[in-house]
């Protein structure tokens, strides 16, 4: 069971629940809690219980959300879950789950919510008389392909959504479950309405294992990009996020591995710390790294101004300074020796139809 009360606002595992596979090592409440929340077991036969994924539903109003970011090269997304189960530790998007009154450490990767009937309220939005066309982002919150996709099934389903209207989409994951859907992106792909980012941190696996402990490992998304490739999808290598003093060496490698799988483009994102994020990466990294962690904040600080993370339009995703120059001119030299840099094919919206819909009347011409 569980207390509320006024203390500091935190929520503290029982001694006895285990944590395994999981990126937060604590669970932290949102900031807009007023209250912590304390566990403790009721049932002595309980002891040992493993921290497991629940996984609730809900029904979204509005499925399409629009972005006015001069940052971002879409203005439009959409995002079938609300936490993710890979439970990287880096990720932009806990703070979200402080929303729903969640925590944005374990919470965020074992409290999920999924929204079946988002491909019904997608299609409601595209047939809009006001809806205008436009590249939609699948991904661009929590990754589409996360574990659950594969009982749930949301991120198909609007894909095929998608299919049926003639709609382009750019999907971003890790998730390997993206190839059960090659048959429809290729056919997207084929009409210029479809590409692929898959997003590789590092080459190394026991590091890729402790940032990202239930994603597929780093081999596995070179195989992924394989096969896109092989689909003809367009597929671009997100080295994403670049972590100073961990990361930044493997940049070269990692481009060089992309582009034998069969990528076509590249791009890169540094490491952002926004909100509740900066405080778990921290503690994650004094836990994980002892003997790097000072370095890490300390070149990260330098990028920002002295501070962990700027939300600067334009400087938020690259920072600023001496080493965020070099890792970016590192980059861009290795891609263009690679022919990673060149810009992919804009995506088709001169084919977008909206199809007829049960009781509608066909026309004459």
Same mark, same amino acid.
């Given at each position: ?45 309980? #002891? ?115 299919? +049926? ?48 402990? +239930?994603?597929?490992?780093? #081999? ?6 394989? +096969? ?95 080493? #965020? ?41």
């Amino acid at each position: 069971m569980f207390h509320f009360g006024a203390m500091k606002p935190e929520q503290t595992l029982p001694n006895d629940l285990r944590v395994r596979a999981r990126g937060a090592l604590s669970n932290a409440a949102g900031r807009f809690e007023a209250y912590g929340v304390a566990y403790e077991a009721e049932d002595p036969r309980e #002891a040992a219980r493993l921290l497991r994924t629940q996984v609730t539903t809900e029904r979204p109003r509005r499925v399409i959300t629009y972005n006015r970011s001069p940052d971002l090269p879409f203005d439009r997304s959409i995002n079938p879950y609300r936490g993710c189960e890979h439970g990287c530790i880096y990720c932009f998007a806990r703070p979200s789950h402080a929303y729903l009154g969640l925590s944005p450490g374990l919470d965020f990767e074992t409290r999920l919510i999924a929204r079946p009937e988002a491909p019904a309220r997608l299609e409601a939005e595209l047939r809009a008389r006001s809806y205008k066309i436009a590249p939609m982002a699948i991904g661009t919150n929590t990754d589409p392909y996360q574990p659950i996709e594969a009982e749930f099934g949301i991120t198909r389903a609007c894909l095929e959504v998608l299919q +049926r209207f003639n709609h382009p989409v750019a999907v971003i994951t890790k998730g390997a479950l993206i190839e059960r859907d090659l048959d429809i992106l290729g056919d997207m792909a084929a009409r210029g309405l479809a590409r692929v980012g898959i997003s590789i941190t590092t080459l190394d696996e026991v590091l890729a294992r402790r940032l990202e402990p +239930r994603a597929p490992t780093p #081999a596995r998304r070179l195989e992924m990009i394989r +096969r896109l490739a092989a689909a003809g999808i367009p597929v671009r290598l997100m080295v994403s996020p670049v972590i100073p003093g961990l990361t930044d060496p493997e940049i070269e490698a990692i481009l060089a591995v992309g582009r034998e799988a069969g990528a076509g483009a590249a791009s890169w994102i540094m490491l952002r710390l926004p909100r509740e994020v900066s405080p778990l990466f921290q503690e994650w990294l004094a836990a994980q790294y002892p003997d790097r962690a000072r370095k890490v904040m300390n070149r990260l600080r330098e990028m920002h101004g002295g501070q962990e993370y700027s939300a600067e339009w334009h400087r938020r995703m690259r920072g600023e300074g001496v080493h #965020a120059r070099m890792i970016a001119r590192r980059f861009d030299l290795a891609a263009r020796r690679l022919g990673l840099d060149q810009a992919q094919a804009v995506l088709r919206t001169d084919l977008f139809e909206v199809p007829l819909a049960r009781g509608d009347q066909l026309s004459l011409f």
